[in-house]
Nanobody
């Protein structure tokens, strides 16, 4: 099993920055990729991006490319989502999740991820 604990959400003004953290524990050696998803009220869950656990390559959705950065602290088994130039449309509950299937690199399908964090609210005021 893998446990994920998120932190770092909050309220920020448009144009500001926030950094989310996702601390992984348990069988972290089984992780293929760690992805970030978000879901705004009344909208479908959206894949934001992910990081390959071994090697650290990253992928970003077009909606956040150039503004968001995913990184990992290997010693802490913690993945960060640095969000800059935030917009009101970035308001959502953000969740991290792990894909252990090793089937598709950076899958955007939530069903590919079997362990999820509790989610953290990010609110961007305009």
């Amino acid at each position: 099993q893998v446990q994920l604990v998120e932190s770092g959400g909050g309220l920020v003004q448009a144009g500001g920055s926030l950094r989310l953290s996702c601390a992984a524990s348990g069988r972290t050696s089984s992780i293929y990729t760690l992805g970030w998803f978000r879901q705004a009220p009344g909208k479908e869950r959206e894949f934001v991006g992910g990081i390959k656990w071994s090697g650290g390559s990253t992928f970003y959705a077009d909606s956040v490319k150039g503004r968001f950065t995913i990184s990992r602290d290997n010693a802490k088994n913690t993945v960060y989502l640095q969000m800059n130039s935030l917009k009101s449309e970035d308001t959502a509950v953000y969740s991290c999740a792990v894909d252990r299937t090793r089937t598709v690199l950076f899958s955007s399908r939530a069903a590919a991820y079997d362990y999820w964090g509790q989610g953290t609210q990010v609110t961007v005021s305009s």
